[in-house]
């Protein structure tokens, strides 16, 4: 069983940055492909980026790639997401995600229902 917990979000002006991060208690945190989703009003949730143990994998939504980093410290059981460069189109909320035995690259294609674990959410809001 793991449980997610996200902080970090906000409100930012277009052109800055948020940092989230999600901390995940459990055991065999290492097992997991850990990830971030968003979901923005009147949207589905879209895949953003997953993670690997050790870091040595990594996936990322085109709309996200060289603007977005995630990263993971397996020591703290944290996961982080560095959004720089944000535009209002970035505007959602921000769900942390873990999958057991499974790749980055399966978990970027996985229907959100069929991911086991969930975080409650954090909002980000970027203004224009």
């Known amino acids: 069983q793991v449980q997610l917990v996200e902080s970090g979000g906000g409100l930012v002006q277009a052109g800055g940055s948020l940092r989230l991060s999600c901390t995940a208690s459990?055991?065999?945190?290492?097992?997991?492909?850990m990830g971030w989703f968003r979901q923005a009003p009147g949207k589905e949730r879209e895949f953003v980026a997953a993670?690997?143990?050790?870091?040595?994998?990594?996936a990322y939504a085109d709309s996200v790639k060289g603007r977005f980093t995630i990263s993971r410290d397996d020591a703290k059981n944290t996961v982080v997401l560095q959004m720089n460069s944000l535009k209002p189109e970035d505007t959602a909320v921000y769900y942390c995600?873990?999958?057991?035995?499974?790749?980055?690259?399966?978990?970027?294609?996985?229907?959100?229902?069929?991911?086991?674990?969930w975080g409650q959410g954090t909002q980000v809001a970027v203004s224009s």
């Open positions: 995600a873990a999958e057991p035995f499974t790749t980055t690259h399966t978990m970027a294609l996985m229907p959100h229902s069929a991911i086991d674990y």
């Open positions: 459990g055991r065999a945190f290492s097992a997991y492909v």
């Open positions: 993670i690997r143990w050790r870091g040595d994998s990594t």
